[in-house]
């Protein structure tokens, strides 16, 4: 292996390593829980399913403080669904840090989290709970046993809540200790995926409207979705922040490695030399092309062509089972005929040469071998 190999190869590896980091999607548990993902943490198969119900289900791919509050009378639900657990309760700071969610809750609208955190209970980690959609399977141990004041059970057993709701007038959250309970896992579970599209379509009560009207945004943004032009901006602002905090000597640096790898990949003086090899002279062709050129020259056509019938002779009688023996032209004509189903005739110009002379000697000798060629090809199918 030469040196100008290795660096190629070493710069292929360092430019698949940087596409794979840039141009992997994101997957994993970021899109744990996604509208998008068929993957069995997903929920695809639940999001077709409302749609069939008739559910305004609308998905939202930008920062979560750009969604306007302000919305359809009856008022707009947020559904967003966490990955891993790891989100809060609204009274215990989940959306402390941000200011959209009093606003979004004062116009009477909903939002619906799913993977709050809990404490763990003494629970089995999987149990069956009945509903009056049918029996909705869960995962999870961690249980919600705070339900004083404004909280009221939607899902829950002896250990306490799995899935509860708080009236925060005048809108209403809605809470699950687990991130699951619709999930592409659940699909013929019996009741998970009736009992969720219930719990979306719940009115500012809790209690059911089958009827309900608003837009029910799902939060993708959350999962790493994003609508071309957020991605045009975070990308152009991420670029410009690292740019205007890299020291002007590691940019420099960094640049200088680029142009040297630049010039060692088109630097083709790097290598070896490589030693150019004389062509490999066949002694057996040229002898056949100086003996051509020596019998065209002394017009031998006959001679060649007299040659050639007979080879080709031998040829078709060996093909057609008569060995290599001499057979008279009727038996061999008979033979191609039973065989080939062809007229024996067609043998004529095998069996005599054509008078090649003249002018035309190179065309009708051309000619005549491409009839032979033909006739090669047909003992070659049968």
């Known amino acids: 292996m030469t040196r100008r190999t290795v660096w190629i190869g070493l710069i292929a590896v360092a430019v698949l390593f940087v596409l794979l980091v840039v141009l992997a999607p994101e997957s994993g548990q970021k899109t744990s829980g996604s509208t998008y993902s068929r993957a069995p943490e997903g929920y695809r198969g639940w999001y077709e399913y409302a749609q069939e119900q008739g559910l305004q289900l609308q998905r939202w791919q930008r920062p979560i403080e750009e969604i306007s509050p302000e919305g359809e009378a009856g008022g707009q639900t947020l559904l967003r669904i966490f990955s891993g657990n790891v989100a809060r309760p609204i009274a215990e700071g989940v959306y402390a840090a941000d200011d959209w969610y009093e606003d ?6 909903r939002i619906i989290s799913l993977g709050v955190r ?3 209970s003494e629970a089995r980690f999987r149990t069956l709970q009945d509903t009056a959609q049918g029996q909705v399977e869960v995962h999870t141990r961690r249980r919600q046993t705070d339900l004083t004041g404004n909280r009221a059970k939607e899902l829950s057993d002896a250990y306490g809540a799995i899935v509860w709701r708080e009236n925060i007038d005048p809108g209403m959250a809605v809470f699950s200790t687990t991130p699951h309970v619709a999930a592409n896992a659940y699909r013929d579970a019996p009741g998970n995926y009736d009992f969720f599209t219930d719990l979306i379509a719940a009115g500012a009560t809790g209690a059911l409207d089958t009827n309900w009207t608003g837009t029910i945004w799902i939060d993708e943004y959350l999962h790493g979705y994003r609508d071309a032009d957020v991605v045009i901006e975070e990308v152009a602002g991420s670029w410009g922040s690292y740019l205007s905090s890299t020291p002007v000597a590691v940019m420099t640096i960094q640049l200088s490695l680029l142009v040297l ?4 990949a088109q630097n083709r003086r790097s290598g070896t030399l490589a030693t150019l090899r004389d062509p490999k002279v066949d002694n057996s062709q040229a002898y ?8 065209r020259k002394a017009n031998s056509y006959a001679f060649v062509a007299s040659a050639i ?3 080709e002779r031998r040829r078709v009688q060996q093909a057609l089972g008569l060995g290599q023996g001499a057979v008279d032209d009727k038996t061999l004509m008979a033979a191609w005929q039973q065989q080939t189903g062809k007229d024996g005739k067609g043998l004529q110009s095998l069996l005599t040469p054509p008078q090649v002379q003249g002018q035309a000697a190179d065309k009708t000798f051309s000619q005549w071998l491409t009839h032979l060629q033909t006739i090669r090809q047909q003992i070659t199918k049968n």
């Open 261 to 264: 790898l630049y010039i060692l």
């Open 118 to 120: 809990q404490p763990v």
């Open 288 to 295: 056949i092309d100086a003996l051509a050129g020596v019998l």
């Open 309 to 311: 019938a007979r080879a």
């Open 104 to 109: 979004w809750l004062a116009q009477g609208n």
